[in-house]
């Protein structure tokens, strides 16, 4: 079993950064995609960005040339880098995992291991 816990969500104003963190434990060498996740009021959770056990990085549109996804293996650790934050980027941001590999990393559907959740919020 993995488990997932998401810190560094807070309040910034637009424009600003932060960064997110998420700590696996348990069993983390079966892990093969990581990824970020985000769910906005009255809106479905979607993908953000996901990266490989080799450290190959899939990010959405919405936030590509802004956010960048990254991970410490010896830490295991997975981090999300929020720069040039909109108000539109406001939603409860999840870290997931898992064991498979293939095709749509940024699919929520092909994820069974979430973390708890993070708020972040942004303020125009």
């Known amino acids: 079993q993995v488990q997932l816990v998401e810190s560094g969500g807070g309040s910034v104003q637009a424009g600003g950064s932060l960064r997110l963190s998420c700590v696996a434990s348990?069993?983390?060498?079966?892990?093969?995609?990581m990824g970020w996740f985000r769910r906005a009021p009255g809106k479905e959770r979607e993908g953000v960005a996901c990266?490989?056990?080799?450290?190959?990085?899939t990010y959405a549109d919405s936030v590509k040339g802004r956010f960048t996804i990254s991970q410490d293996n010896a830490k295991s650790t997975l981090y999300l880098q929020m720069n040039s934050l909109k108000p539109e980027d406001t939603a409860v941001y999840y870290c997931?995992?898992?064991?498979?590999?293939?095709?749509?990393?940024?699919?929520?559907?092909?994820?069974?291991?979430w973390g708890q959740g993070t708020q972040v919020t942004v303020s125009s």
């Open positions: 997931a995992a898992r064991p498979t590999g293939g095709l749509f990393c940024l699919a929520t559907w092909t994820y069974k291991i």
């Open positions: 348990g069993n983390t060498g079966s892990i093969y995609y």
């Open positions: 990266i490989d056990s080799s450290g190959s990085t």
